[in-house]
């Protein structure tokens, strides 16, 4: 049964972010964002810009104590290419569109945020993560 439906993270996020140097979600979130196990997330990026336009990714971050994360996925340093949504290439003439999951399979720990970034430093763009919450009943 759907929980919650909302708007987790809705910015332009500048030249430079790349995996060394991520956006995050709000801290704020942390709590609301852990609260149930299943999430299905949509990503929607426009106005994409940059000499050379490079892809985007999205990883699962979680933590016991709201201040230390892993990657859901990986359990480490989350490598490039292999995020809970991964976008090899952006458009800049067309709003990019993708999902992803974590079905529940693995519990979350109970704060949760989302790694984002471009997979060069030379992109440019707004992305809008919106997140739906369910539960198994």
């Known amino acids: 049964m759907r929980r919650a ?14 995996s060394s140097a991520p956006v995050f979600t709000s801290a704020e979130l942390n709590s609301k964002l852990g ?16 000499s050379t336009v ?21 359990n480490t340093s989350p490598p490039t290419g292999t995020g809970d949504i991964s976008i090899s290439s952006l458009s800049t003439t067309a709003t990019n569109v ?3 999951k974590h079905d529940g399979g693995d519990p ?13 430093t030379t992109t440019s763009a707004h992305v809008r993560v919106i997140v739906t919450q369910r539960d198994d009943a």
């Open 5 to 18: 439906n909302f708007i987790a993270f809705d910015e332009f996020v500048p030249l430079g972010t790349n």
């Open 35 to 50: 609260h149930f196990d299943q999430l299905a997330i949509m990503v929607v990026i426009d106005n994409v810009g940059g």
């Open 54 to 74: 490079g892809g985007f990714e999205l990883f699962i971050e979680h933590s016991g104590d709201g201040r230390n994360f892993l990657a859901m996925k990986t």
């Open 98 to 100: 993708k999902w992803g």
């Open 108 to 120: 979350l720990l109970n704060h949760v945020r989302f790694r984002l970034y471009f997979t060069n």
